[in-house]
T-cell receptor, first 113, second 113 residues
Framework: KNQVEQSPQSLIILEGKNCTLQ??????????LRWYKQDTGRGPVSLTI?????NTKSNGRYTATLDADTKQSSLHITASQLSDSASYIC????????????FGQGTTLQVKP | EAGVAQSPRYKIIEKRQSVAFWCNPI?????LYWYQQILGQGPKLLIQ????????DSQLPKDRFSAERLKGVDSTLKIQPAKLEDSAVYLC???????????FGPGTRLTVL
């Protein structure tokens, strides 16, 4: 069954600290993986997209990694800010190639001053 | 470029009542999606339209949910009658075509009492 699992479910860190969120997937064949940021009361916004051949991709203080062999991805946030408080969702494209997405359950990050 | 618009942003109804949500996608986007997001979970696809045709409605509870996109632009999602378990955020997303990046609206938070 094609699934996406994320850990931890929630995380609290102090402002300025770094953190890493994890995503494991069982989707096959693999096409691409996105990390979305969802602020409270808003829709998800794409942070990065990674294809099979990419290992690392950065977007400002956000760095995503992908290991297609172990089917794992991580999102590293450097020097966290209060505005990073949000839910982070790992999403893999469904192999049907119809545009359908397979969502993880998300990691809720709270950055405290 | 204007984003995906949704209304209302919030709705509170009693069980067995009816409710309708409206979505206006990004101009020119042929594909439109409706998702249900229960608190603490990732979005679940309810229905996918390509122009005014349905691509996937396999997870739409058709006994109470209906959706239409008559002119291939904006769309409405209706619930009749609502149940307590329908309390969720209903997200609309659009993409240029099915395999392109999806852009999400802010969502409608529904509370069923």
């Amino acid at each position: 069954k094609n699934q996406v699992e994320q850990s931890p479910q929630s995380l609290i860190i102090l402002e300025g600290k770094n953190c890493t969120l994890q995503c494991n997937y069982t989707v096959s064949p693999f096409s691409n993986l996105r990390w979305y940021k969802q602020d409270t009361g808003r829709g998800p916004v794409s942070l990065t997209i990674m294809t099979f051949s990419e290992n690392t991709k950065s977007n400002g203080r956000y760095t995503a990694t992908l290991d297609a062999d172990t089917k794992q991805s991580s999102l590293h946030i450097t020097a966290s800010q209060l505005s990073d408080s949000a839910s982070y969702i790992c999403v893999v494209s469904d192999p049907s190639n119809t545009g359908k997405l397979i969502f993880g359950q998300g990691t809720t990050l709270q950055v405290k001053p | 470029e204007a984003g995906v618009a949704q209304s209302p942003r919030y709705k509170i109804i009693e069980k067995r009542q009816s409710v309708a949500f409206w979505c206006n996608p990004i101009s020119g986007h042929a594909t439109l999606y409706w998702y249900q997001q229960i608190l603490g979970q990732g979005p679940k696809l309810l229905i996918q339209f390509q122009n005014n045709g349905v691509v996937d409605d396999s997870q739409l509870p058709k006994d109470r949910f209906s959706a239409e996109r008559l002119k291939g632009v904006d769309s409405t999602l209706k619930i009749q009658p609502a149940k307590l378990e329908d309390s969720a955020v209903y997200l609309c997303a659009s993409s240029l075509l099915g395999y392109n990046e999806q852009f999400f609206g802010p969502g409608t938070r529904l509370t069923v009492l």
